[in-house]
């Protein structure tokens, strides 16, 4: 637990955090990472970009067209990658074939081609992340498999032990995989959408619609909304108990940095967001206690 | 209120939330997420279809509904609880 609270403490610490925010901005893959860093969320509609601390961000980014990897330390790495054109169902239905049943299984009756063919590309993720865990064990490919949990939530299982944590989240143009070497890890990526009346209801709490709502426009407060959702999901996955949570259950303080201020059986964790292709927002939730 | 009008206003409100379908395509044994519904939508449409019918479910039996017809029993056991 020591460990934990230790190591959680130098992941913030990690984070270039000038004004006490950990909302940080990445670029799509493929694009040069200019490092903005978003103070404060209002500004989130007009980011500004600020070169000069891009140079001194500790993260190690690897870019290409389609994937970009950020690892935040030596034991917390975020994949992103551009989801893949939407395949026909016809290949869907050939490809659940060539997985595991028990992934085919959970796919099977999935009628939405984009979440067939993201799931699909999630499950290439992982499986690309347990082989790469299993090489740096000196241990061969197929000592390692995909597993999931009652509730549905990923695991990789190895015969060799100490395989990392993941999870998995996609929305329609990109999936994305954070992986932990030594804790639990929650991850959630969002666009942002139209907020009908009733959504803030079920998923806010007052002091968390007000915040949202005091945005200065729409756009803002869409990506407010998006934001706080994300912190809650990525905190609903990495306890594992997904939608088991009412996201009324959490409390977050929006004031500075994001902050959980009340949670089911007072799970401590830290969080950090990251403000993406200019109106998604991927966090992540480590818990620590 | 029966199922058939409950069943009604879920499909209406995935339709209006969920991005992509079609009503023809609707199947209640499906799970929302078949769909493509995200977490979040699932959330909208459980909460916005309790709001309309003025009913509730507890969150604990929400989590362990499978497709669209067990959102529907659950939902009509709570309306027939509260007509008692």
């Known amino acids: 637990m020591r460990f934990m609270r230790r190591h959680c403490r130098k992941l913030c610490k990690a984070v270039p955090s000038p004004e006490g925010s950990s909302l940080l901005c990445l670029q799509e893959p493929g694009q040069t990472a200019c490092g903005r860093v978003c103070s404060q969320l209002h500004e989130a509609a007009g980011y500004v970009p600020d070169t000069a601390h891009a140079k001194s961000w500790p993260f190690q980014r690897e870019t290409d067209e389609n994937r970009l990897g950020v690892r935040l330390d030596k034991s917390i790495e975020l994949i992103v990658e551009r989801a893949k054109p939407c395949l026909s169902m ?3 239905s050939r490809r659940l074939e060539q997985i595991p049943s028990y992934e085919a299984e959970r796919l099977r009756n999935v009628v939405c081609a984009r979440t067939a063919t993201n799931s699909l590309h999630g499950l290439r993720l992982m499986q690309e992340v347990a082989e790469a865990s299993a090489r740096s064990a000196g241990a061969a490919e197929d000592t390692v498999r995909i597993v999931r949990d009652d509730r549905g939530k990923p695991h990789i299982k190895s015969r060799f032990g100490g395989a990392p944590e993941i999870s998995l989240s996609h929305c329609r143009a990109h999936v994305v995989l954070a992986i932990s070497q030594h804790s639990p890890i929650g991850v959630d990526i969002e666009g942002t959408r139209e907020l009908r009346a009733g959504l803030l209801d079920a998923c ?5 619609r ?3 709502e005091r945005a200065d426009n729409e756009q803002v407060r869409r990506f407010r909304f998006s934001w706080l959702w994300t912190l809650k999901e990525a905190f609903m996955k990495a306890v594992g108990l997904g939608l088991a949570i009412d996201p009324r259950e959490l409390e977050f303080s929006m004031s500075d940095r994001p902050r959980l201020i009340t949670s089911p059986r007072g799970t401590h964790c830290r969080f950090l967001s990251f403000a993406f292709c200019g109106d998604s927002v991927i966090s992540l939730c480590l818990p620590y206690d | 209120m029966d199922r ?4 009604s206003v879920i499909k209406r409100n995935i339709l ?4 992509d379908i079609d009503e023809s395509d609707l199947d209640p044994q499906k799970s ?4 493509g519904a995200t977490s979040l939508d699932i959330v909208e449409v459980v909460s916005s279809s309790m709001r309309e019918l003025r009913v509730k479910v507890p969150r604990s039996e929400l989590n362990s509904i499978e497709n669209i017809d067990g959102l529907v029993d659950a939902l009509h056991a709570a309306a027939l609880q509260k007509a008692l």
């Open chain 1, 90 to 92: 016809r290949t869907i």
């Open chain 1, 204 to 208: 806010c709490l007052p002091r968390e």
């Open chain 1, 210 to 212: 007000a915040w949202v």
């Open chain 2, 4 to 7: 058939a009008e409950i069943l």
């Open chain 2, 16 to 19: 209006e939330i969920v991005e």
């Open chain 2, 32 to 35: 929302m997420k078949d769909y």
